[in-house]
């Protein structure tokens, strides 16, 4: 199962219309939206991403929308991947960050910020 959501953009004097067509439809959930700047928030859900993006697609084509843009995406079967990659040994965590008598204040990062030290 993959969750995605979305952002719609719709001018201002047509918030209305297309929220209630949104709410109605059977391709998204509907969740927020603010008139001010003529965006809807809603998700998709579907069993793959060619499933997402027909939905998406639909809701393109709803009239007065201007754009409707994917933002966040959650799959399943990528979250369990990730989870079995970490059950069997995952990445190295140096003994440091497992070690309680050491002050986080003493813990010097050696990490890449623009090529600055802090």
Same mark, same amino acid.
């Given at each position: 199962?993959?969750?995605?959501?979305? #952002?719609?953009?719709?001018?201002?004097?047509?918030?209305?219309? $297309?929220?209630?067509?949104?709410?109605?439809?059977?391709?998204?959930?509907? @969740?927020?939206?603010?008139?001010?700047?003529?965006?809807?928030?809603?998700? #998709?859900?579907?069993?793959? $991403?060619?499933?997402?993006?027909?939905?998406?697609?639909?809701?393109?084509? #709803?009239? @007065?929308?201007?754009?409707?843009?994917?933002?966040?995406?959650?799959?399943?079967?990528?979250?369990?991947?990730?989870?079995?990659?970490?059950?069997?040994?995952?990445?190295?965590?140096?003994?440091?960050?497992?070690?309680?008598?050491?002050?986080?204040?003493?813990?010097?990062? @050696?990490?890449?910020?623009?090529?600055?030290?802090?």
């Amino acid at each position: 199962m993959n969750i995605s959501s979305i #952002v719609v953009q719709v001018r201002q004097e047509f918030i209305d219309e $297309v929220v209630d067509t949104l709410k109605a439809s059977d391709f998204c959930d509907y @969740h927020f939206h603010d008139k001010s700047i003529g965006k809807i928030i809603v998700t #998709v859900e579907g069993e793959g $991403v060619s499933e997402e993006i027909a939905k998406v697609k639909q809701i393109q084509a #709803v009239p @007065h929308v201007i754009a409707a843009d994917m933002m966040m995406a959650y799959s399943e079967d990528e979250l369990d991947q990730e989870r079995s990659k970490l059950e069997m040994g995952g990445p190295n965590i140096p003994d440091m960050l497992n070690d309680d008598t050491i002050r986080a204040e003493d813990i010097v990062y @050696h990490g890449d910020l623009k090529k600055k030290e802090i």
